[in-house]
């Protein structure tokens, strides 16, 4: 047990949240698109004219749909294997929070610790594949 919650439980709930901090940073794009004006005919031709926040933004939303397909199949494989160690749930939770920081430094255009939170989630995800690589041989 982890924070409350069994190995198992942490590996599918963060799956679950990861998919929802996917679109975190796009409140930020909608409130800067609403800033300069919705243009329906044409959305993405709208990014030069968002404000640099809303660009870090749109940046972050498709880094973190980038990232989310890899940690979900990492996540799962875990789960699927059985894998049940402290060491797979804390991976779990450190994924999630480093995600949500990492939205939060690209917004604040806090380029070090932006990249520190990408490389904590990376870790991560490469620990759940190789966990589970490691409950099958």
Known sequence: MILGFS????LLGSVFVASF???FPYLAVAYARFQVGMDLGAPRAMFDRLPDYGKR????????IET????????LAAYATGVNTPAAGWAAVAFVGARA????AYLANIPPLRSLMFGIGQIAMISLFVQALQQIA
Do not use: D
Not at 7 to 10: A, D, K, V, W
Not at 101 to 104: C, E, G, I, N, R
């Open 21 to 23: 901090l996917v679109y």
């Open 7 to 10: 190995i198992p439980t942490l």
């Open 68 to 75: 989310f397909a890899p940690y979900a199949a990492a996540a």
């Open 101 to 104: 920081l990492f939205s939060v």
């Open 57 to 64: 933004a749109t940046w972050a939303h498709q880094n973190s």
